[in-house]
C-alpha cells in the first residue's frame, strides 16, 4: 500500500508544480504584455521654424473689402420676374411672361402646377440670366375658365449645375 500512497503523493506533486509553473508563466506574461504595450506618452515637439517678419504684404482696404462682400451678396440674392395673368388661347398658346433678369447670378426652372390638381402645366427648361420667355405653348390643353396656379422657380448653379433653393409665385391661367 506504501508504493501505491507514494505514487499518489508524486503524481499530487506533479500536478502542482504544473499547475505553479502555468501560474508563473500567466503572470510572467502579463507583465512582459503590460511592458511593450504601455499607452503612449505625449512628446513635446518644438520646431526650429518661425514665421518671418513681414515683406509686401499690406492690409486690404476697406473699399476691397466691402466690393468683395457686395459680389458676395449679389451672387446670393434673387429676383424672380413672372406676369401674374397668362391668357390662353387655342388650348395651349399663352401669353406667358417669365424673365431672369441680368442682375441675377443664376440659371433658372420654371414649373407651373395647376393649384387644385397639382397638374404640371408647363416647364421652361433653363432660363439663363438675362433670358426671357414671351408667350408659352403649355403641355396641358385647359378648357375654358379660370386656373389658379403656383410657379414654382428651381435655382441653380451656374458652374456646377446643382439645385441651389427655391421660390414660388401666384399666377392665374385665363383661357378664353
Sequence with gaps: MNTTNTQSNQKNKKIILLLLLLLL?????????RHFNQPDVPVT??????LPDGKDAAKISGEELQQLAQKKVDASQFNMVIAPTANVQQG??????????????????????LKD????????????????????????K???????????????????????????????????
Design 25 to 33: 508563466l500567466s503572470v510572467g506574461g502579463y507583465f512582459v504584455y
Design 92 to 113: 395651349t398658346k399663352s401669353d406667358l411672361f417669365i424673365q431672369n433678369p441680368p442682375h441675377n447670378a443664376n440659371p433658372i426652372n420654371v414649373e407651373i402646377r
Design 45 to 50: 515637439i518644438v520646431s526650429g521654424e518661425f
Design 142 to 176: 385647359l378648357e375654358e375658365g379660370s386656373y389658379p396656379a403656383t410657379a414654382l422657380f428651381s435655382i441653380y448653379d451656374g458652374n456646377t449645375k446643382g439645385k441651389r433653393g427655391q421660390v414660388a409665385a401666384a399666377i392665374d391661367f385665363v383661357v378664353k
Design 117 to 140: 390638381s397639382n397638374e404640371l402645366v408647363y416647364t421652361s427648361g433653363a432660363i439663363h440670366p438675362g433670358y426671357e420667355i414671351k408667350g408659352a405653348t403649355l403641355e396641358k
